[in-house]
């Protein structure tokens, strides 16, 4: 038996249907609804407030002093980056 007959042999056979406990049973696509907010994947609108919260609670000024020392390191690593581009290309026009 080949592969790809081994593989049509598994598309024709018949199989039992399998009922999760998420399906309602025979046939049904519909799922369950979960009562428990926890195990939702996506959180009722009443964890909103604390999203809002969470995000009046980042401390602003030590982000904007994270973000000017970062930008801070990328202009130095630039400046760098162009006084040896300047030195090879000294060093080149001597060659």
């Known amino acids: 038996m080949t592969a790809s007959h ?3 042999a598994l598309l024709s056979e018949e199989k039992p249907e399998v009922i999760t406990p998420l399906d309602l049973g025979e046939g049904s696509l519909d799922l369950k609804i979960e009562e428990d907010k926890e195990a939702c994947a996506f959180p009722p609108v009443q964890f ?6 969470w995000f009046k609670d980042i401390d602003w ?7 000017r020392a970062g930008v801070n390191n990328c202009g130095l690593v630039l400046a760098v980056i162009g006084t ?3 030195d090879l290309g000294l060093w080149l026009s001597k060659v």
């Open 6 to 8: 081994s593989f049509a």
């Open 48 to 53: 909103v407030p604390d999203t809002i919260t």
């Open 61 to 67: 000024d030590l982000q904007r002093e994270r973000a």
């Open 84 to 86: 040896k581009l300047n």
